[in-house]
T-cell receptor, first 113, second 111 residues
Framework: GNSVTQMEGPVTLSEEAFLTINCTYT??????LFWYVQYPGEGLQLLLK?????DKGSNKGFEATYRKETTSFHLEKGSVQVSDSAVYFC????????????FGTGTQLKVEL | SQTIHQWPATLVQPVGSPLSLECTVE??????LYWYRQAAGRGLQLLFYSVGIGQISSEVPQNLSASRPQDRQFILSSKKLLLSDSGFYLCAWATGMGEQYFGPGTRLTVT
């Protein structure tokens, strides 16, 4: 079956540090890939997406590139802020049918002053 | 634009009591709809999804049920709550391209 593996958290960084959250996937075929963010007490928000190999998704300074050869979709940001503190989920789906998402377990990011 | 609503936002219920959580979507037609549960500090567990009125697929056997009485309404129910039903319940809808958009969630505490 399909699966998504994320790095264990929490990840603690100082403000303005560089962020990488690793995500790798296992799937038959070429899924669409997503990053979601969840702020405390809230639902998930779609952060960015990529639908085919070598696509780069970007939003709010975050980027992730769909790497077919390494089955990865690592999330990066050049300079994090305290307001980026949240839980980040990597996910995949195959469009069509039930459009079910397969989620990773989430990575908590804490950004300190 | 599309919006998704959930209510109530928080709920405290005793063990053995019934449950009804509601989710409605505005601004789209015939969406796929989903119910997830998130236990404290854990990932998301897909409970049910629906591709149309009256069509419900269950992902996890449990004492919960779901119904879709209208195109943009999705209801999660239980006849008798268990302590293990406590958690954060999230409703979502999906576009044709597979991306899902989530509601604000309902925090359920079973005492």
């Amino acid at each position: 079956g399909n699966s998504v593996t994320q790095m264990e958290g929490p990840v603690t960084l100082s403000e303005e540090a560089f962020l990488t959250i690793n995500c790798t996937y296992t799937a038959t075929g070429y899924p669409s890939l997503f990053w979601y963010v969840q702020y405390p007490g809230e639902g998930l928000q779609l952060l960015l997406k990529a639908t085919k190999a070598d696509d780069k998704g970007s939003n709010k300074g975050f980027e992730a590139t769909y790497r077919k050869e390494t089955t990865s979709f690592h999330l990066e940001k050049g300079s994090v802020q305290v307001s980026d503190s949240a839980v980040y989920f990597c996910a995949l789906t195959f469009p069509g049918g039930g459009n079910k998402l397969t989620f990773g377990t989430g990575t908590q990011l804490k950004v300190e002053l | 634009s599309q919006t998704i609503h959930q209510w109530p936002a928080t709920l405290v219920q005793p063990v053995g009591s019934p449950l009804s959580l509601e989710c409605t979507v505005e601004g789209t037609s015939n969406p796929n709809l989903y119910w997830y549960r998130q236990a404290a500090g854990r990932g998301l567990q897909l409970l049910f999804y629906s591709v149309g009125i009256g069509q419900i697929s269950s992902e996890v056997p449990q004492n919960l049920s779901a119904s879709r009485p209208q195109d943009r309404q999705f209801i999660l129910s239980s006849k008798k709550l268990l302590l293990s039903d406590s958690g954060f319940y999230l409703c979502a809808w999906a576009t044709g391209m597979g991306e899902q958009y989530f509601g604000p969630g309902t925090r359920l505490t079973v005492t």
